[in-house]
């Protein structure tokens, strides 16, 4: 099955500075590739995601890039901010007919230091 | 538009007993997945239904089990009840199937004592 693994566990980045979290994914077939923010006492909640047919997707201060080669996948966040503090979770799937749940890397801390 | 809806918040139980957790999907959302969020492991798949069938199936043991009804509202059953079943069960639904932009509910906290 999949595996995905993320890195690191805990950033901690001053207010203003960029953010970077990155994973890799094992399986070759998994094609889709969305990121989560948790906050305390929530849900995750989608943030942005990527399939792979694209190499590169931004959302305002959010961007992931994808290299399908390497197997690995990264979250970009630019000009922090306070309430950018949460966990984020990378996670890949096999989208489709036949496909999979989504497989979680184990989480990265971020932390805005004001 | 109302998100994903997970009732109860919280739940104790007791070591044995068998519990049922519900989730109501985004309106127009047909496909409904469940996780299990632990320290130790992290998000694990449970299952995932799409029009009232399951389409996949984590590797967890049959004492947990789930199915969709024919508005798309989906519950899970734990039973037999083990101290490590204690976690946060999150619901999440999309809008087809491909299970592709999956929003998740608050989740419900399960304590088994």
Known sequence: GENVEQHPSTLSVQEGDSAVIKCTYSDSASNYFPWYKQELGKGPQLIIDIRSNVGEKKDQRIAVTLNKTAKHFSLHITETQPEDSAVYFCAARTSGGGADGLTFGKGTHLIIQP | ?113
Not at chain 2, 19 to 27: E, H, Q
């Open chain 2, 1 to 113: 538009k109302a998100g994903v809806t997970q009732t109860p918040r919280y739940l104790i139980k007791t070591r044995g007993q068998q519990v049922t957790l519900s989730c109501s999907p985004i309106s127009g959302h047909r496909s409904v997945s469940w996780y299990q969020q632990t320290p130790g492991q992290g998000l694990q798949f449970l299952f995932e239904y799409f029009s009232e069938t399951q389409r996949n199936k984590g590797n967890f043991p049959g004492r947990f089990s789930g199915r969709q009804f024919s508005n798309s509202r989906s519950e899970m059953n734990v039973s037999t009840l083990e101290l490590g079943d204690s976690a946060l069960y999150l619901c999440a639904s999309s809008l087809d199937r491909t299970g592709d932009k999956a929003f998740f509910g608050q989740g419900t906290r399960l304590t088994v004592v």
